[in-house]
Structures are given as C-alpha cells and as structure tokens.
C-alpha cells in the first residue's frame, strides 16, 4: 500500500508550527477583547442554501470552489456544503437566535478552517484558516473607520509591516445594479475578445472582469470608473469613511476597480495585500453588506465585517525574514536513575503540576544519559533527578542543564527553585 498522506491542499500543523499559530491566535483575541467582540463558533458544515442564497448561485466561490456533501444523516433532499467562508454561517446563527430582533450591536470574531476546492499553489489551500469580524446594527461610516483601524491593530500586533489597505465602494444595492448593467452593455460588444470565463461573467457577475486575472480582460474594462455610478448618498457616506481612516491615520489607497466576488456586499469594500506573498498577495478582505440579514429572511440589519487568512500572515511574516529563538519550551524534566523510582517520578510530576509547573517525567526503564539528551532536546532548563539515594532521604538531585551544575536538595527546596526559574 502506498503510504497515506494528507490530501493536497491541506496540510498538518506539528506542534512546533501550532506554536506561531496559538500565538497569532491569542493575539488576536487580545485585539478583539480592545474592541468589544466576542467569539461565536459555528459549524464547519452547514445546508448548502446558507451559502447558495448568500454568495449568489453565480459566485466563483460556489459554482467553481464549494464542496457540495451527501447529507447522510441529515433532514432528506437537502444538500449541505464545507464553509467556503465564515460571513455566511455567521448570519444565519444571527438570523436562527433572533439576535437580529433583540440584540441590537452585536460584534463577532471567529476563527477556524475553511475549505474551498482550489488548484493548490502557493498561497492557495484546499482547507485554510481564517480570523475574521462581523459587527451587526450600525449603518455608521464610524464603524466602518473603527473596524479597519482593528484591522491595522491586528497586523501591527502581529508584526506584520509593509501592507497596503485598498478601498473602494460600490454604492448601494441599486447602485450596484446600475453599474452591474452598465458594464454589461459596455462590453457586450467586446465579448467575443473577453477569456471564456470572463465571458460567462458577463452574463452572471460582470464585476468580477474586473479583476480577472487575464491582462486582456483588464484592460477591456480598464477605463471605467465604477465610482461614477454611485448615488450622491452613497458618496457621501464614501467621504466620511475616507476623512474618517485620514483623520485615525489609517493609510489607505482608493482603488476605483476594487471589487468583491460575493454578491452580498455594498457601499464601502476593501482588502489587505502584502508584497511577501507573490501572486495571490490578499491577506485579507471585507466590506458592507446591509442587505444579506434582509435577504437571509432577518430583520433589516446594516452589517461590515472581515476575515484575514492564516496562512498568508505566516507566509507575510516569514517573507520578512527568520524570527528570534524562542524561550526554553519546558521548564522541569523529571529523570530517575533505576526503574524502582519511577513511581516517585511520577508522584513528583504530578507535585509540579499541581504548583503551575509544567514538566516531563521519565516513564520508561531506561538509562540516565538517554533521559538527559531527551531533557536538552525538549528545552528544558532542569532536571529533577530521583535515585535510591535521593528516595531514601526525601531529596532530589537539582540539574540545572546549561550548567551542567547539580546539587542535592530537599524537595521542597528543589520546587521553590524551579519555580523561582533559578
Ligand atoms: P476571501 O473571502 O476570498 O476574500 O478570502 C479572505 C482571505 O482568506 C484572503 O485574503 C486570503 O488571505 C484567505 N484565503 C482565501 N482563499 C484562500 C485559499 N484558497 N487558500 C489560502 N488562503 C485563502
């Protein structure tokens, strides 16, 4: 049999990864806790609807990257669907509790895995990780200034520097089918020059030509300033969000193309790019979506949100250059000389733990210079060595392993110092 081996696209984290991901992680929460946002979990499947209805039927996102399931124990006839994104199952748990009803602001953070069917490449995962925010009941350009100042928090927390925050914003939901039309008669009669996606586009989601990653598509669509179709309401609101971002010094860049694949957003959108990150250089993105409660069967609730992808920020951080070691991992390694000290190991360890000391006991009948380099190789920075000798008298042999310095003590003495860390 051929040795089995993880799907492309997806991809284990082993533990001396998942330690810059708990990190990045606990970062973030810390920046969420500043805001006022509190974690919701949803589930990682959902009835495919929740995404069909929200996305659009037309979305990329759905006709090309979502993993459709058999429901095998689910209600009969109704598909359901991996999360392509977070957004949508966000809502409908909005939606399902009545929060929309009776919560008036509510402010979310997620995180967790997300799975599109992609061609894997670089910066393109199969199951990927994102960090993102959803803040419902404010229609106030405020907020959105608010929320893209946390973005910056949250990449100046994680070190992150050298990004560019683009913005833009495609009016209102009738706005957004004036220029929808606009751009569909515009080049109509160019079609037969456009890729043959982009020709599928034209009929279903003309926006998305605009970021097509043909040039030739590009450039068809090249002169027009989407902007200019945006009611005055709509400008305005645009202006203040602007002032707002000049006056919290959060640098940004207007990008009149800038365009977001789903259906669901409106008014302000934007997204983070890195120079580390090559050719899908999007750490993240996000934008308005006032309609999507509405059209998911809730109360009208003006909603912004966004979500940051995991992998990118480890690619972006990495792309800056190799980070400083980190601090020892262990404290305390607990060896014994015989096997006849392996219950006291055990009953020492459990001493430790019991005070907020983490450590590693020997459990194995082996000899002492093997658990030594097992000690150095776990990071630790004693060793408590248990002997007949040391049972006998109620001690233990203090190692202190740079050093290589011992000396015997009480085992009272021996916790107060690897407690104290000297
Ligand atoms: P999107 O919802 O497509 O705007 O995605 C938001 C962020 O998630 C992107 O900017 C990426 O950082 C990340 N992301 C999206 N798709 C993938 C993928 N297939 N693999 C890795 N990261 C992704």
């Known amino acids: 049999m051929n040795p089995l081996k993880a799907l492309g696209g997806t991809s284990d984290i082993l533990p001396e990864e998942a330690r810059a991901w708990q990190q990045l992680e606990h970062q973030a929460r810390r920046v969420f806790h500043l805001y006022g946002y509190q974690e919701i979990r949803t589930p990682l499947i959902e009835e495919a609807a929740v995404f069909t209805s929200s996305l659009?039927?037309?979305?990329?996102?759905?006709?090309?990257?979502?993993?459709?399931?058999?429901?095998?124990?689910?209600?009969?006839?109704?598909?359901?669907?991996?999360?392509?994104?977070?957004?949508?199952?966000?809502?409908?748990?909005?939606?399902?509790?009545?929060?929309?009803?009776?919560?008036?602001?509510?402010?979310?953070?997620?995180?967790?895995?997300?799975?599109?069917?992609?061609?894997?490449?670089?910066?393109?995962?199969?199951?990927?990780?994102?960090?993102?925010?959803?803040?419902?009941?404010?229609?106030?350009?405020?907020?959105?200034?608010?929320?893209?100042?946390?973005?910056?928090?949250?990449?100046?927390?994680w070190g992150l520097n050298g990004w560019k925050l683009r913005i833009n914003s495609l009016g209102c939901r009738e706005d957004r089918a004036k220029i929808v039309e606009h751009l569909r008669a515009a080049l109509a009669p160019q079609a037969a020059k456009l890729c043959e996606d982009c020709r599928v586009r034209l009929e279903k989601n003309p926006l998305r030509?605009?970021?097509?990653?043909?040039?030739?598509?590009?450039?068809?669509?090249?002169?027009?300033?989407?902007?200019?179709?945006?009611?005055?309401?709509?400008?305005?609101?645009?202006?203040?969000?602007?002032?707002?971002?000049?006056?919290?010094?959060?640098?940004?860049?207007?990008?009149?193309?800038?365009?977001?694949?789903?259906?669901?957003?409106?008014?302000?959108?934007?997204?983070?790019?890195?120079?580390?990150?090559?050719?899908?250089?999007?750490?993240?993105?996000?934008?308005?979506?006032?309609?999507?409660?509405?059209?998911?069967?809730?109360?009208?609730?003006?909603?912004?949100?966004?979500?940051?992808?995991?992998?990118?920020?480890?690619m972006a951080l990495e792309s800056a250059g190799p980070k400083p070691p980190e601090a020892a991992a262990l404290p305390v390694y607990v060896a014994t000389v015989t096997a006849a000290e392996l219950p006291n190991a055990l009953q020492l360890a459990e001493q430790l733990r019991r005070g907020g000391i983490a450590c590693f006991a020997n459990l194995e009948e082996r000899p002492l210079g093997r658990q030594m380099k097992q000690a150095s190789s776990l990071g630790a920075r004693f060793a408590l060595i248990l002997g007949p000798d040391e049972v006998k008298e109620g001690n233990v042999t203090v190692k202190e392993m740079q050093s290589g310095e011992q000396k015997k003590e009480s085992i009272a003495d021996a916790i107060r110092r690897v407690s104290d860390g000297g």
């Open 209 to 314: 030509i605009l970021d097509c990653k043909e040039e030739r598509c590009r450039e068809l669509s090249g002169g027009m300033d989407l902007f200019e179709g945006v009611c005055a309401a709509c400008k305005e609101n645009f202006a203040k969000v602007t002032e707002g971002l000049e006056r919290a010094q959060v640098p940004f860049e207007r990008d009149p193309r800038l365009v977001r694949g789903l259906d669901y957003y409106s008014r302000t959108c934007f997204e983070v790019v890195h120079p580390g990150l090559g050719s899908q250089d999007a750490l993240g993105g996000g934008g308005r979506y006032d309609d999507l409660v509405e059209l998911l069967g809730g109360a009208p609730t003006p909603a912004i949100g966004f979500a940051v992808g995991l992998e990118r920020v480890l």
């Open 56 to 157: 659009g039927e037309a979305a990329e996102i759905v006709t090309k990257q979502m993993y459709f399931l058999e429901d095998r124990g689910g209600r009969g006839g109704r598909s359901a669907a991996l999360r392509p994104e977070g957004t949508a199952s966000v809502v409908r748990a909005l939606i399902e509790h009545g929060l929309d009803r009776t919560a008036g602001l509510c402010r979310f953070y997620y995180l967790g895995p997300m799975f599109r069917a992609e061609r894997p490449q670089k910066g393109r995962r199969r199951q990927f990780h994102q960090i993102g925010v959803e803040v419902f009941g404010s229609a106030s350009p405020h907020q959105d200034v608010e929320l893209l100042l946390l973005l910056k928090r949250l990449l100046e927390e």
